[in-house]
């Protein structure tokens, strides 16, 4: 099938690459010379994992190509995808869809007859209604569909969430759009068994939102857990181990943090909440874990404050990990940021580290010192944060990393390390969810008896968890 995307920011991109891999021949059009010029030349505008190779072969094959010429990409595609932004508008927290009607505008006069034109970005209930106006009064003549389809990717697994996603969901008002996207979906989908719901319009734009509210508080539900773990000399790993296994609550989305960051949660969950209040519905759950989440980043400086021992100016800190969540260059929303400023506020002195971010990271901070190794950001340190779990973070040697620091204070804020790792290797540790566990003395002659692994001796059945005796 011909198909154009709109939009060759994130969302569009990975879109109009999948559906190039489904064998469809896909047209990606961006109003941005230089990002095209980029793209036919293999350099990508964000950073994915396995997204580079993807768009090199179906750009190779001849299925994907990239163009400024909209009138071209759309004229004979049977479905045109919008796939641009719709970011907070600032000061309201509803959704700008100002790029939405741009594109609708554009595109009408230029359709096919019965071009299906789908609507990708996240967008509030209704917009399909009006970008069906919209299309219907600049194209005059010739019929079109207005259908939803909403995306539901991580940053970092991306190409896996589309190629092998837990549902798709289109939101359809005809049989022309039904049919169109079952066309785009239906195969591919069945050779992986994943469903497809077939809801109206206005309720697949809604479940979105819907979705991504209902992640957010869950992870502001395990969060708002691990500071209780913390007081009553608990787990929240093997809480969440425990309430996870239950089928009926799901092990996903319970790892406690530094508070959700990103593009999607902080913007979805407002832009849900004014939708609500529009229509004088009061989401006091969502309004609350928006509220929590952002108190949380905040308050996160002062658990590193604590764990120093209270006052830290003229002190350095090292900062690893940066991106609002690994294998990302993202650093919208990323609770790095309200730390180091805080942090700064209080006089201490930021370094940091990110294995990829910090490109992204130079633009938002400011006097903090980025240092491609992370054991020299350590370097005589009086604390190490941190903040984001990549794989490479939590593979570094801690005996090397703390030798290398002035103090052997780490912070944990996303259990990076497992519980008596850190302290094994002389640590003083503060981490999200779990009490303090006191350091071992690394010189010889002090053995530590305190943390007994279990042996595979001593498993009998499924067993889980356990890790240490305490
Ligand atoms: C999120 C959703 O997961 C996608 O389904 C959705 O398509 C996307 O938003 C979107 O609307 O476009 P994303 O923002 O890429 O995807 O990242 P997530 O993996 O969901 O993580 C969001 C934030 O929550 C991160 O800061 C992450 O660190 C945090 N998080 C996630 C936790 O603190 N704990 C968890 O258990 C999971």
């Not at 929240?236 to 999607?264: H, Q, T, W």
């Not at 004088?280 to 928006?290: M, N, Y």
């Not at 130079?362 to 009086?382: Q, S």
Request: net charge negative.
């Amino acid at each position: 099938m011909k198909i154009a995307v709109i939009g060759t920011g994130y969302v569009g991109l990975v879109s109009g690459t999948c559906f190039a891999e489904w064998g469809n021949e896909v047209a990606c059009v961006d109003m941005n010379a230089e990002k095209i010029l980029g793209l036919r030349r293999g350099k990508l505008p964000i950073y994915e994992p396995g997204l580079d190779e993807l768009v090199e072969r179906n750009y190779a094959e001849g299925r994907l190509s990239f163009t400024t010429d909209i009138a071209k990409a759309v004229k004979d595609a049977a479905a045109v995808f919008i796939a641009v932004g719709t970011p907070s508008r600032p000061g309201h927290g509803d959704a700008d869809l100002s790029f939405i009607y741009m594109a609708a505008k554009e595109i009408a006069p230029l359709l096919a007859e019965n071009a299906v034109v789908v609507v990708k970005s996240t967008v509030p209930v209704g917009t399909g209604d009006a970008v069906e106006k919209i299309i219907a009064v600049k194209r005059r003549r010739g019929t079109f569909s207005v259908a939803s389809n909403p995306e539901f990717l991580r940053e970092g697994v991306a190409i896996r969430d589309f190629l092998e996603p837990d549902r798709v969901v289109i939101g359809v008002a005809d049989e022309r759009a039904r049919e169109v996207l079952m066309e785009i979906y239906g195969a591919p989908l069945a050779q992986v068994d994943a469903p497809i719901v077939v809801a109206k319009r206005r309720t697949s734009e809604l479940i979105k939102y819907a979705s991504n509210a209902f992640l957010a508080t869950k992870i502001t539900f395990i969060n708002e857990l691990a500071d209780l773990c913390e007081q009553v000399g608990t787990d929240v790993e093997e809480l969440a181990l425990g309430m996870g296994l239950d089928k009926r609550i799901g092990a996903s989305f319970l790892n406690a943090g530094p508070g959700y960051g990103g593009s999607c949660f902080p913007k979805d969950t407002l832009a849900l909440l004014r939708t609500a209040q529009d229509h004088g519905v009061a989401l006091r759950i969502v309004q609350e874990t928006a509220s929590a989440n952002e108190a949380r980043k905040r308050r996160m400086a002062l658990k590193v404050m604590d764990a120093i021992g209270g006052n830290i100016d003229g002190l350095t800190i090292a900062v690893l990990g940066l991106t609002f969540k690994p294998d990302t260059d993202d650093m919208r929303e990323a609770p790095s940021v309200p730390l180091i400023e805080t942090l700064q506020r209080f006089g201490a002195i930021v370094r940091a580290h990110d294995p990829v971010g910090m490109e992204n990271a130079a633009r938002m901070l400011e006097n903090v010192e980025l240092l491609e190794d992370p054991y020299e950001c350590a370097r005589g340190a009086d604390a190490v944060v941190i903040v984001t779990d990549w794989d490479s973070i939590q593979n570094l040697d801690l005996v090397r990393l703390r030798r290398t620091m002035r103090s052997p204070v780490l912070v944990d804020l996303r259990g990076a390390f497992k519980a008596g790792l850190a302290e094994e290797a002389g640590f003083h540790v503060s981490a999200i969810g779990r009490p303090a566990l006191r350091p071992v003395e690394l010189s010889p002659g002090f053995p530590d008896t305190r943390y007994r692994l279990p042996g595979a001796s001593e498993a009998s059945g499924r067993v889980l968890g356990g890790r240490y005796d305490h």
